[in-house]
């Protein structure tokens, strides 16, 4: 479609038709629209009617399921669960002018990830921020063909302009652009109107009839205009100038040479616009298509360009994947304004130990990154890297708060560890979670080791997860006279049976020790709604299941199900869940204990063990962790079971000393005043037939 030089492209101009999902369609159907049209940007999730509800954005949706494990996470998932909810959506009768400079103002970092064009409120098409931008630059393109085709007027009615002065100020004083008119012949400037005034900041009474370097000094904007570099002659041309005030202005020029009747050149005419606030709004647009907003930093799209350039033959290079370590306390803790300036710091912090060469990128989130062009020695590598932990480590004031994070990086090298940009920052992502792995605020590089632990780990968490459907996950509760603990062993068809320390870990990441736990809990409760009435059960229960927002109504519910009254049931934690989202986790505990569960801080002396724990809430057990029992008769562990004991009895706690296995722990415990004893002296753990053998119980029928 064509378009005058004086009309503005609406947003049906600007928006590209393409294949649209449903939210309820799975997210393995983005992957392959993505897969089989490379040129695919965006996809827009539409509802029944065909009104556009969300939108998903190409670079977005690949971040989030990148690698084999985002894939497998987010295939089966809705659409409705990884689109942008908020898109911008825009009518297809607006003009391309007005959205640019809403969308600038209002939306500028919205509108980067797309908009949705719609027709009566149906989807009609997409388009980009580079959409925005080409417009941007025809309708300059079309106001400089406007102006030639003044500038053509004005020849042919050059006869009557001069017959008709009064005529001439009417056109020349009202057009917006700067008319500057010189004389051919003897060089004097014969026409100024009133934007050419504002513009040069001179009077045209003080310009007309003089020659042009008498009008203007070498400085000022005006000697620029009538004395243009000859490459600036030919069409439209942008330049930088400074006016009288001193600042410096984008002006866009183009000339026109008026010939008289005979055809000799007699007028050059030089139209001009001042172009500095288009000009910085389309800078702009570009800068935060490339930038973070928040740091400055570059963003996840410069990045990736960045990365694929120095991923060729020939080339060798670093990449630094970062993540900030305790990030979501402060934000908890003071806030996002707080999490936002913290942010600000952490970036600064990295130009000042980064080199000129170097490109930091901040991904999302609390997730940075760096390239280094030029790949140093192992030792130099680790010093570095090093450098940037400690600098990212040392407090921060916010507020007046002095705030602590940390931060972990992996690393890897190109074409070294990596013949891809893709595989590169797989890699250093491996050593990244390695590097999280080994305790946090550290650095560890890539090593082939590493791709086959992780993939071990895959391979592992494919199988759990197909262990927790065919219930080849049995429980074994620890026979005890007061209570049983139930444990969880992972018997295996090919490895055997594997203990919970290499797959609760695993479980926890994967996000399947929710449904684990689930599984753990209710399978507890069925078997112990048949023991004796004075037996509990104790279940022991991650922090990780406690963000679970149903993790109450999963209680309540295997309770219920299995006609266990609550007193029966003692809930297992550790002392870290004080450590993350502390408020929300108590909160949790008192509803455990109003409903009648009893709550029993385990391993405690191990890890924080911080006294204000026992203040804080009202544990109905505390359990001495086996390190001290081990050490016994040893002085320094039994001063602190003592210790332990003693405090307990002051609270009315009673007390239970893990990992008993000779008698005379047993008469040591006992004489310090130690309610309870579990471990192998008691008995060892046992499938759940022989504990009900134990108990006395006979002819149960599990339902």
């Not at 170097?358 to 090093?386: C, M, Q, T, Y």
């Not at 400690?390 to 074409?415: K, L, M, W």
């Not at 409903?595 to 001495?624: H, P, W």
Request: with cysteine.
């Amino acid at each position: 479609m064509k378009h005058s030089a004086s009309s503005s492209l609406l947003m049906r101009d600007l928006s590209t038709p393409g294949p649209t999902v449903g939210p309820s369609d799975k997210g393995e159907r983005i992957f392959e629209l993505f897969r089989d049209d490379p040129e695919l940007m965006l996809v827009a999730v539409v509802d029944e009617a065909g009104a556009p509800i969300g939108l998903v954005e190409r670079q977005a949706f690949f971040a989030k399921v990148s690698g084999q494990f985002g894939h497998a996470l987010f295939a089966g998932r809705p659409v409705a669960l990884l689109m942008d909810d908020r898109p911008v959506i825009v009518d297809a009768a607006v003009s391309s002018t007005d959205f640019t400079s809403m969308t600038i103002t209002a939306q500028s970092s919205d509108v980067l990830r797309g908009y949705i064009v719609v027709a009566g409120g149906r989807y009609l098409g997409t388009g980009t921020a580079l959409d925005l931008i080409n417009a941007s630059h025809s309708n300059a393109v079309a106001s400089a063909a406007n102006l030639h085709e003044t500038a053509e007027e004005l020849r042919k009615a050059n006869r009557k302009i001069l017959r008709d002065k009064l005529f001439m100020d009417t056109i020349v004083e009202n057009i917006p652009s700067a008319l500057v008119v010189r004389s051919v012949r003897d060089d004097r400037l014969v026409l100024i109107n009133r934007a050419a005034e504002l513009m040069t900041g001179r009077e045209r009474s003080e310009l007309v009839e003089h020659t042009a370097d008498d009008a203007f000094s070498e400085t000022e904007i005006g000697h620029a205009l009538v004395h243009p570099e000859g490459a600036r002659r030919e069409g439209v041309s942008e330049s930088l100038l400074r006016n009288r005030a001193g600042d410096m202005r984008a002006v866009a020029t183009r000339y026109v040479t008026i010939a008289d009747e005979r055809g000799d050149a007699r007028w050059e005419l030089c139209v001009a616009d001042d172009v500095t606030e288009r000009r910085q709004a389309r800078q702009q647009v570009e800068r935060l298509a490339h930038y973070d907003p928040l740091t400055g930093l570059a963003n996840r799209a410069l990045f990736g360009a960045r990365l694929d350039g120095v991923c060729v033959a020939g080339h060798e290079a670093i990449l630094l994947c970062i993540d900030l370590d305790y990030f979501k306390t402060v934000n908890d803790l003071y806030g996002h304004a707080a999490g936002d300036a913290l942010l600000r710091l952490v970036a600064d912090r990295l130009r000042a130990c980064s080199r000129p060469d170097d490109l930091i990128a901040r991904l999302g989130g609390d997730e940075f990154a760096i390239i280094w062009p030029n790949v140093p020695e192992k030792e130099e590598l680790a010093h570095r890297a090093g450098e940037i932990v400690e600098t990212i480590s040392r407090p921060y004031v916010i507020d007046g708060q002095h705030v602590a994070i940390g931060a972990s990086i992996g690393s890897a090298s190109y074409p070294a560890d990596a013949g891809s940009s893709d595989l590169l920052r797989q890699h250093a992502d491996i050593a990244l979670y390695k590097a999280k792995a080994l305790g946090r605020n550290c650095f560890h590089s890539f090593d082939a080791g590493l791709s086959y632990e992780m993939r071990n780990k895959a391979r592992l968490g494919d199988e759990l997860r197909a262990a927790i459907g065919s219930s080849q996950i049995c429980t074994m509760p620890d026979n005890q006279i007061a209570a049983c603990e139930a444990l969880v062993r992972w018997n295996h068809p090919v490895r055997g049976m594997i203990p919970p320390d290499q797959f609760i870990g695993l479980a926890e990441e994967n996000g399947l020790i929710h449904e684990l736990g689930e599984w753990v809990l209710r399978a507890a409760c069925r078997e112990a709604v048949c023991w004796p009435p004075h037996v509990k059960v104790a279940v022991n229960v991650s922090p990780v299941q406690f963000r679970n927002s149903r993790f109450m109504a999963i209680v309540q519910s295997a309770l219920m199900e299995a006609g266990l009254v609550p007193h029966r049931l003692e809930v297992e934690i550790t002392e870290n869940i004080f450590v993350q989202n502390s408020a929300v986790n108590r909160d949790i505990l008192r509803q455990l204990a109003d409903m009648g569960c009893s709550v029993v801080l385990d391993d405690f002396g191990t890890g924080y063990s911080a006294l204000s724990y026992l203040r804080l809430f009202s544990f109905q057990k505390i359990k001495i962790d086996r390190s001290f029992v081990k050490e016994l008769p040893e002085k320094s562990a039994s001063g602190i079971i003592q210790a332990i004991v003693s405090l307990a009895q002051s609270m009315d706690i009673p007390t239970t000393a893990e990992g008993v296995e000779t008698q005379e722990q047993w008469a040591r415990l006992h004489a310090m005043g130690c309610s309870e004893a579990q471990g192998f002296l008691l008995g060892r753990p046992e499938p759940v037939a022989a504990i009900r053998e134990r108990l006395g119980v006979r002819d149960v029928v599990m339902s």
